[in-house]
């Protein structure tokens, strides 16, 4: 089993450029979520998804939008990027709310 | 309000030294916590949970409910423990959501 698995692992944008980071699970787990890794910021949600075609907000959803329409794949969306997003996103699944997050490589994602 | 509080952002000890990273919480109910841990090129992968009482890789973690800690320890570091871990809480009653600290860098030197 592969897991978790994102792609791409790097990319680099121009401010105001768009881009789709996919996330896959293989695990036929129904609950996935996107953070992002900053330095001295530790981990925080983005988005998340408690199954198929459903989604919710986490701490930091601005500047961001998601799409869960297959159980295996989340997909996260920056429609307008920004040097403020530049970070290393990280997309997790779990089972359920009792069973632990499985996290995929990151993604690390620069805008100049 | 859930908070993770990690005071340390770095912390560097000698092999066979004894190692406590510290976690605080702030929770009004009963929480469930976990200690990730990212080792260098390595995704982020769960090294214990309370509830499990569990030892990994030598590493013990209580919850002291009284103190809201959850502080992980070891008794004698290796080199391979350095890495970046991370405390996180999830609110028991089916919340779906992990809130992270900010992380503790562990340096283990030779």
């Known amino acids: 089993n592969a897991g978790v698995t994102q792609t791409p692992k790097f990319r680099v944008l121009k401010t105001g450029q768009s881009m789709t980071l996919l996330c896959a699970q293989d695990?036929?787990?129904?609950?996935m979520y996107w953070y992002r890794q900053d330095p001295g910021m530790g981990l925080r949600l983005i988005h998340y998804s408690v199954g198929e075609g459903t989604t919710a907000k986490g701490e930091v959803p601005d500047g961001y939008n998601v799409s869960r329409l297959k159980k295996q794949n989340f997909l996260l969306g920056l429609e307008s990027a920004a040097p403020s997003q530049t970070s290393v996103y990280f997309c997790?699944?779990?089972?359920?709310?009792?069973?632990?997050?499985?996290f995929g490589d990151g993604t690390r994602l620069s805008i100049l | 309000a859930q908070r993770v509080t990690q005071p340390e952002k770095l912390l560097s000890v000698f092999k066979g030294a004894p190692v406590e990273l510290k976690c605080n919480y702030s929770y009004s109910g009963s929480p469930e916590l976990f200690w990730y841990v990212q080792y260098s090129r390595q995704r982020l992968q769960l090294l214990l949970r309370?509830?499990s009482r569990e030892s990994i890789k030598g590493f013990t973690a209580d919850l002291n409910k009284g103190e809201t800690s959850f502080h992980l320890k070891k008794p004698f570091a290796q080199e391979e423990d350095s890495a970046m871990y991370y405390c996180a809480l999830k609110a028991q009653g089916g919340s779906e959501k992990l809130v992270f600290g900010k992380g503790t860098k562990l340096t283990v030197n030779p």
């Open positions: 695990m036929n787990h129904e609950y």
């Open positions: 309370h509830i």
């Open positions: 997790a699944s779990s089972t359920g709310t009792d069973y632990p997050q499985h």
